[in-house]
């Protein structure tokens, strides 16, 4: 197998097999390169670009936000290891929920003088 098709075949999700499927799976794939690329840039505008391409429907959402999370996570157990990036996704998941459902999230979170209009 050559390294192309390895890498190519490594970044679709099981059961995608039609032709269709295959080049939705290669344009969300680019999108969400292109997307994480633009972040580490910070490239603004180019971030707004990739997501409203990615966005036009449905199904390029799921295909994007898949995309998504196949490359964290094999950029995660890669850089970290996969015990450690399972850790780290259970804390960030528990962290999460705490701050969803408590009552003064705010609190959380330091004031900047800059937003406070009462400074």
């Known amino acids: 197998m050559t390294d192309l098709r390895r890498m ?3 970044g679709l ?6 032709i269709h499927d295959r080049r939705g799976a290669a ?17 603004a505008e180019g971030m707004s ?3 409203n391409e990615a966005m036009t429907g449905p ?6 936000i898949t995309a998504m999370g196949a490359m964290a996570g094999n950029l995660g157990a890669q850089a970290m290891g996969q015990q450690r990036m399972l850790d780290y996704l259970k804390a960030v998941a528990e962290t999460s929920a ?7 999230i705010d609190r ?3 004031q900047d003088q800059d937003d406070d209009p009462d400074a």
């Open 98 to 104: 705490a701050l969803e459902n408590s009552e003064d």
């Open 8 to 10: 190519v075949t490594a």
């Open 59 to 64: 199904t390029e959402r799921l295909a994007f």
């Open 27 to 43: 344009r969300a794939n680019r999108q969400a390169a292109a997307f994480v690329r633009f972040q580490l840039l910070g490239d």
């Open 108 to 110: 959380y979170f330091p």
């Open 49 to 51: 670009y990739a997501l």
């Open 13 to 18: 999700p099981e059961g995608v097999t039609s």
